[in-house]
Nanobody, 116 residues
Framework: QVQLVESGGGLVQAGGSLRLSCAAP????????LAWYRQAPGKQRELVAS???????NYADSVKGRFTISRDNAKNTVYLQMNNLKPEDTAVYYC??????????WGQGTQVTVSS
């Protein structure tokens, strides 16, 4: 199965910004539900943000007002714009797709490190 392809992670100082991208090579991408998760060392993977086909979004309380999830169906890509980053945002970030057929796909993960 074809995995999602992520990019955009890196090292940034507290207060800085990063944008993550995740490409999904599927014809029916526009009707998939998409999400970003993250996993910090020693912690469980947690949902950060999600977006359904009609564009409605949902965010974890810890990132509301700082992160924005969006999608470009013409490019089969979902984004996570992260502003005002904090050291506690340091984690491996994963994108996930639920297709209209009920299949689930994960990205390989991208490291985000925020220095204080």
């Amino acid at each position: 199965q074809v995995q999602l392809v992520e990019s955009g992670g890196g090292l940034v100082q507290a207060g800085g910004s990063l944008r993550l991208s995740c490409a999904a090579p599927r014809v029916l991408f526009s009707v998939s539900t998409l999400a970003w998760y993250r996993q910090a060392p020693g912690k469980q993977r947690e949902l950060v943000a999600s977006i359904i086909p009609v564009g409605t979004t949902n965010y974890a309380d810890s990132v509301k007002g700082r992160f924005t999830i969006s999608r470009d169906n013409a490019k089969n890509t979902v984004y996570l714009q992260m502003n005002n980053l904090k050291p506690e945002d340091t984690a491996v970030y994963y994108c996930k797709e639920w297709t209209v057929h009920g299949a689930e796909y994960w990205g390989q993960g991208t490291q985000v490190t925020v220095s204080s």
